[in-house]
C-alpha cells in the first residue's frame, strides 16, 4: 500500500525555522518525482518545491526561493523540507506528494500519491 506520511510540522516564531519530513512507505521514492505543497482553508493548494527524480534538479515558488530547501534520503526513503526565515504567510498545511513524469512540477493535479498534511503556523 502506497503511504506517505509528513512530520515535523509546529509552531514557530516568524524568522525561525523548522524542518518538515515526509515518509514513504509500500513504494520506492527515487523512483518518482517529489514534492512539497501547503493548502490554506478556503485557498487552493499551491506547489512550494518539487525534485525530479532522473537528475536531482529542484524548483522552488519564487517566495520561498532562498529560504526552503528540499531534499531526500533515498536511503531512508525520506523526503524533506528545511524551512528557515519563515514568515507568517507560510502558515498553512503542508503535504508531500508523489508522480511519475518527465519532470517534477508544482501544479498539484499532476500528483497521484499523497500524505495527509503537517499543520505549520508562523507567529509570534
Known amino acids: 500500500q502506497v503511504q506517505l506520511v509528513e512530520s515535523g510540522g509546529g509552531l514557530v516564531q516568524p524568522g525561525g525555522s523548522l524542518t518538515l519530513s515526509c515518509a514513504a512507505s509500500?513504494?520506492?521514492?527515487?523512483?518518482?518525482?517529489i514534492g512539497w505543497f501547503r493548502q490554506v482553508s478556503g485557498k487552493e493548494r499551491e506547489g512550494v518545491s518539487c525534485i525530479t527524480t532522473s537528475d536531482n534538479t529542484t524548483h522552488y515558488r519564487d517566495s520561498v526561493k532562498g529560504r526552503f530547501t528540499i531534499s531526500r534520503d533515498n536511503a531512508k526513503n525520506t523526503l524533506y523540507l528545511q524551512m528557515n526565515m519563515l514568515k507568517p504567510e507560510d502558515t498553512s498545511i503542508y503535504y508531500c506528494?508523489?508522480?511519475?513524469?518527465?519532470?517534477?512540477?508544482?501544479?498539484?493535479?499532476?500528483?497521484?500519491?499523497w500524505g495527509q498534511g503537517t499543520q505549520v503556523t508562523v507567529s509570534s
Open positions: 506528494a508523489a508522480s511519475y513524469g518527465y519532470r517534477c512540477s508544482l501544479r498539484p493535479y499532476e500528483y497521484a500519491y
Open positions: 509500500g513504494f520506492t521514492l527515487g523512483d518518482y518525482n
